[in-house]
């Protein structure tokens, strides 16, 4: 039999082979990490001030941006419907006794269908176009407040001959397309509605804040009087179509709901040309904003400088590390060769 010494001595003498055996971990105190940094204090105050420099420098070349917003809401559509599915809502029944079919009662929600067209393709090259602003969206780098003028980038565009003149690979030319300016709004340009009280706020960002407010009235302009001429064509059509139907009719009763169908959508017309707000109904309108909206100078300088406080400290601590293993080594070395 084995017994409690004879156990002690076999445990003292096992030792495990090299795959089994635990890798030795660098051993150090945190006063000794504590130490290291303070030696490194110079290089990580050197570190944070080169990134803070930078940061200074890359936020004062940033140039200011403003944004203007306006605050919108929805105009109800009772009595303002244009096209036969107005009409539907109404007299679809007499219209039925009549044998004509004038489409179903489901009208589509105009506030919805605007704010999807405001940010189509077609309807913004158009804006665009209408009011002259590829100049001032592709070429503007800066706003000159003391001269109240845009400060035009001389390497895309020369202001005093009124020529593009900026170098791009092919199929780009010097003038911008239409898809690089549709683009390049889309960026200046938000457009969101609260789902609790479908308000409406349009957002406009530009370097100049009179010109924000100018292109923010216009674009709710633009689009109140798109959707009016859209119902507009739609109304006229209706009545047209009702009243070729009514040469067919022989019927007198029927000649008095065709009359009635014709002198309701002729209500329409009425209501869609008096209401200049026809969609969006303005509760706030764009004002010229009085402070920038970006960039936020003193937090790019913030975290450009914790940027450089964390690599410097990142740095010291590896050479920390580094040197605590050479040293090691050098000691393990050392004790092999007397050995």
Known sequence: MINKNDNERLSDSFVPPKSQRLPKTTEFTFTELILSIWEGKIFIIFVCTIFAASSVAIA???????????????????????GLAGLASKFGGLAGIAGI????????????????????RAFIESFIAKHQLTVPIMAAKKWDYALNQL???????????????????????????????????????????????SMITIEIEYYSPHMAKQWLSWLISDINNYMREQDKVEAQNSINYLTKKLDNIKNSNMENIFYQLIEEQTKNM??????????????????????????????????????????????????????????????????????
């Not at 400060?151 to 239409?178: C, F, G, H, M, T």
């Not at 960026?187 to 609790?196: E, G, I, R, T, W």
């Not at 740095?315 to 293993?325: G, N």
Request: charged residues 25%; without cysteine.
């Open 151 to 197: 400060i035009y980038d001389e390497d895309v565009y020369d202001s005093k001959q009124n020529k593009w003149i900026r170098q791009v690979e092919l199929p780009k030319k010097a003038k911008p397309s239409p898809w690089e300016t549709y683009t390049e709004f889309t960026k200046l340009l938000s457009v969101s509605q609260s789902k609790l009280t």
């Open 60 to 82: 004062l070349s940033m140039p200011n941006i403003y944004k203007a917003s306006a605050l919108m809401a929805p105009v109800s559509s009772e009595g303002g419907a244009g």
């Open 101 to 120: 079919n004038i489409g179903g009662g489901d009208t589509t929600d105009k506030t919805s269908l605007a704010l999807e067209i405001i940010k189509t």
């Open 270 to 339: 009425m209501l869609i040309e008096v209401k200049p707000e026809y969609v969006l109904k303005t509760i706030q309108p764009p004002q010229v904003p009085d402070e920038k909206a970006k960039p936020a100078r003193a937090l790019i300088v913030i975290l450009g400088t914790l940027l450089g406080g964390i690599l410097s400290l990142l740095i010291v601590l590896f050479r920390f590390f580094s040197k605590k293993a050479d040293n090691e080594k050098s000691i393990k070395d050392n004790k092999l060769k007397n050995k």
